[in-house]
């Protein structure tokens, strides 16, 4: 099929692209639009007829409301029941340990992964199989429940299911191959969807299940049409091999120029891996992979001194720490012991200093107010959570609470300016700078940053420190970090004029950054919207 053999490189392309492509062969399949009829071809209605056993009434005939698109000549719709032995497994009691055993493998819908069966799992013994279902060798299971509804597999051997399960043993005068490729098309998984109904756990019955039609073509033609797929499926691995060693190779090139600005030891390091990004921007970030370890070295390169250049009459941080001092002490917030040698991870440029995020100002946490008590709730004082922290910039909350609550519930108002930590769970090292006056949980660490603290310099700290929190968090149930934690982060402090350039240039970096995720958006959208065109006309 050389027409749709042209468009593999728009696959290649589109996101979700080969896996498109894997569907439109099937769904020119099942239409009789990937291989060319042959006249001289039994027609499907002579093959059909050997299949129907007279013992079996079969189900009704077909109407034409149930037909989904016009067959070629010699092809005809024939309901799954008609096509061998379905069967839905059962199991047998747990109870009796018995009917378990290695004889034969016991499937379930945990044991069908990608279109192959994995046979090591439970098994049934001698007896127990004659309390399930024996189902041959070459017969399709397919999963009839649940959000797996649909997978399905061939198997290679003898094998018993559960009643999750339903099977169809093809009968020998049909290609169980092209049965297969058949129940993988769109429209049989779209037809076992709505099937199933729209209840919270989908589920499609034997009888159901057993009535599908299936577009039947002769016999030779079922042959021609497994071996096409077959081949145009092994095209499609080869392009899925290249298209994960492509992105896998701009991963890493790009991770080995940012190792170089990263661990560069002087400007002329520094220098060239600017250089490389620079010449090779354009292949480099077409992958939001690449974008966002961008974002993370300018926050890297940010903390280490290498983003800006240092301005030897800024006042160093050493002097601005005595500035601090005076406001520590009328806040009544408690120095800790000076940092060892040991503990500093690289070296700072002159004129900045390790100090602890303690130095940055006075942090405290929140509180929930008892939810019994309804007069603590719908006040008029924004009251935050942790999972409200990730906007950035905080403007409003779900919740408020009363001037009670924070009067009898040690609640503090932070102002406007105050950055917030996210403590607990999945929010672990969120960031975000209050718009408002505003309390919180206990799952929040606030900061009220002192006069000499750029807050948003504080903000992107906390951004880079994100994945060290993250690792300080780790081993209970719930994951989670401490105010002690926080406050005895140690971390680097610059000069507040160079803070307040390092601000200024993130927020360039980081505008340029958005600029690149939506032009790769962008381009992204017209790749599907183009494939989705061929793939609209071709399937026709």
């Not at 069967?87 to 034969?104: A, E, L, M, V």
């Not at 002329?268 to 961008?294: A, C, M, P």
């Not at 942090?363 to 929930?368: D, F, I, L, M």
Request: proline fraction near 5%.
């Amino acid at each position: 099929m050389h027409i749709l053999e042209k468009f593999f490189d728009t696959a290649f392309d589109a996101p979700d692209g080969i896996k498109k492509l894997r569907e439109l062969i099937l769904t020119l399949a099942m239409q009789g639009k990937l291989v060319a009829q042959d006249q001289n071809d039994q027609p499907a209605s002579e093959l059909l007829k050997r299949l129907k056993p007279s013992t079996i009434k079969s189900p009704s005939s077909v109407k034409s409301n149930e037909v989904s698109f016009t067959l070629p000549k010699n092809w005809q719709w024939e309901r799954i029941v008609n096509l061998g032995v379905t069967q839905t497994g059962t199991t047998p009691p747990k109870k009796d340990p018995d009917y378990y055993g290695d004889f034969i493998p016991f499937i379930g819908p945990g044991n069908i992964k990608n279109g192959v069966i994995d046979y090591s799992g439970e098994g049934l013994s001698k007896k127990g199989i004659e309390k399930g279902r024996l189902i041959e060798k070459n017969s399709i299971l397919m999963v009839c429940i649940g959000g797996s509804i649909g997978k399905h597999a061939l198997t290679n051997q003898a094998i018993s299911c559960n009643q999750q399960i339903n099977s169809l043993t093809v009968h020998p005068e049909l290609s169980t191959q092209y049965v297969y490729w058949a129940m993988a098309s769109q429209y049989f998984q779209n037809t076992v969807i709505n099937q199933a109904g729209g209840s919270a756990t989908p589920i499609i019955n034997k009888l159901k299940w057993s009535s599908i039609l299936i577009p039947v073509p002769p016999k030779n033609e079922q042959e021609r049409i497994v071996e096409k797929i077959n081949q145009l499926m092994t095209l499609c691995d080869e392009l899925e091999k290249l298209k994960q060693q492509k992105e896998a190779k701009k991963l890493t090139v790009h991770k080995s120029a940012i190792n170089q600005l990263l661990d560069s030891k002087d400007e002329s390091n520094s220098q060239k891996g600017w250089h490389f990004i620079s010449e090779y921007f354009n292949d480099l970030y077409t992958v939001k992979e690449n974008v966002l370890e961008l974002r993370s070295v300018i926050l890297q390169l940010a903390m280490q001194g290498k983003l800006v250049p240092q301005d030897s009459n800024d006042q160093p941080a050493s002097e601005l720490l005595k500035e601090i001092e005076k406001e520590k002490k009328a806040n009544k917030v408690k120095s800790l012991e000076p940092i060892k040698s040991e503990a500093i991870s690289y070296n700072l440029p002159n004129g900045w200093q390790w100090v602890y995020l303690n130095d940055f100002g006075v942090w405290k946490s929140g509180s929930t107010p008892s939810r019994t008590n309804s007069a603590y709730y719908d006040g008029d004082i924004p009251w935050v959570k942790s999972g409200e922290v990730k906007q950035g910039l905080i403007k409003k909350t779900e919740e408020t609470i009363t001037q009670k609550a924070l009067a009898e519930c040690s609640l503090g108002l932070n102002p406007v300016g105050s950055v917030l930590v996210a403590m607990y769970g999945a929010n672990i090292g969120e960031v975000g700078i209050l718009e408002i006056e505003a309390t919180t949980n206990q799952a929040i660490c606030a900061c009220q940053t002192f006069s000499k603290i750029n807050n948003q310099f504080l903000k992107f700290l906390i951004d880079s420190l994100k994945g060290y929190f993250i690792s300080q968090g780790a081993g209970a149930a719930q994951p989670n970090i401490s105010r002690v934690k926080i406050i005895n982060s140690i971390v680097p402090l610059p000069p507040y004029n160079e803070q307040e350039r390092i601000v200024e240039k993130i927020n360039q970096l980081m505008a340029l950054c958005d600029d690149l995720e939506k032009q790769i958006e962008n381009s992204s959208s017209k790749q599907t919207e183009l494939l989705n065109a061929i793939m609209s006309n071709l399937g026709k």
